[in-house]
């Protein structure tokens, strides 16, 4: 018989695209994420790790099974924020953590930074399997102190925060969208410099719905100035990063978002006003201590960045 404790833990690896991340989510300790799959592998007679050298990937069949599992865990998640509300929308965890929230799907890059760097600081983190607007984030950490926020704001990034005015942030990065296509795609033109709004809402996107759109308005954005053809929903960045590579559509985010593949796509930025930011959102009676530690962390980000 199938159990769903199992399942998760595959879910939670396709999700996070880490069996580090995954296990810091539940918590469990990440030897007790490979045992169970391990041992699903001999139950099932399908391999789904393949072990590269830059770790252990979840092969094709593990990502069919998983991405079949989506709905289950969405419709759970959904009746987790239901009974969360029913108890006061969210319970600060103990003082001595900190809980980082993440915007799925972004575990390259900064955000993927932002979690190693309180690792190697010996900063312990509770990284929740959470999935809220910006808003409904921003209302925890109201209540929380010990809470942190790492996600895409729309700029003026303020604007936000008008019915939060005890919530601090630091800006990693302003940027704005970006068609992100292979660098030898032939879906968009030769050596196009920008696009608008109408040509991007033509081509034949993939959507990423982990992170950059949730709580934002891009898509909308798109939706007023064109069909927008969504064609595939992506669940990580690498995925996504794949796919693009295969030409098999284009994605929409930003160049600092994803320039550690710059070799391998080109970056098409949208004619408009519209910006994003990435920003880590804090409540003002955070302990210094840890306040510091978001500010180093932030000149670090930035340096990165560069």
């Known amino acids: 018989m199938l159990k769903v404790e199992v399942l998760d833990y595959l879910y939670r690896v396709y ?5 580090q991340l995954a296990a810091e989510s539940i918590p469990v300790a990440p030897s007790t994420i490979s045992s169970a799959l391990h041992k699903l592998e001999k139950d099932w007679g399908i ?25 289950l865990f ?25 809980t980082l929230f993440l915007p799925r799907g972004w575990w390259r890059g900064s955000a993927a930074q932002i979690f190693t760097y309180f690792q190697e600081n010996n900063i312990d983190v509770i990284l929740p399997d959470l999935l809220y607007t910006n808003e409904e984030y921003l209302r925890i950490i109201d209540k929380d102190k010990y809470a942190v926020l790492c996600n895409f704001f729309t700029e003026p990034a303020e604007d936000s925060f008008t019915g ?10 302003s940027s704005k969208p970006c068609i992100i296509a292979a660098a030898n795609s032939t879906l968009v033109p030769a050596k196009i ?13 993939l959507r990423y719905t982990e992170g950059i759109d949730q709580g934002l308005p891009i898509f909308n954005l798109l939706s007023k100035h064109g069909q927008l053809n969504i064609v595939h929903e992506v669940s990580n960045v690498s995925l996504l990063v794949s796919m693009i590579k295969c030409n ?47 500010r180093q962390m932030h000149k670090e980000l930035i340096e990165y960045q560069r």
């Not at 391999?47 to 709905?71: C, D, F, H, M, W």
């Not at 410099?193 to 996107?205: D, H, Q, T, V, Y």
């Open 47 to 71: 391999t789904l790790l393949n072990r590269t050298y830059r770790g252990i990937e979840l092969t094709e069949s593990a990502q069919v099974i998983a991405k079949a599992s989506v709905p």
């Open 164 to 173: 939060h005015p005890h919530i601090r942030f630091f800006k990693i990065f």
């Open 193 to 205: 410099k920008e696009i608008s709004l109408k040509e991007a809402a033509r081509l034949p996107f």
């Open 74 to 98: 969405m419709e759970m998640e959904k009746l987790e924020k239901i009974i969360a509300k029913e108890q006061g929308i969210f319970e600060p965890q103990r003082a001595e953590k900190l």
């Open 248 to 294: 098999k559509g284009v994605g929409l985010g930003t160049k600092s978002t994803l320039g550690y593949t710059s070799d391998m796509l080109q970056f098409i930025p949208i004619r408009t006003d519209f910006r994003l930011s990435l920003l880590l959102c804090y409540h003002e009676t955070l302990p210094e201590k840890l306040v510091d530690s978001l």
């Open 15 to 19: 999700r996070f695209n880490s069996i």
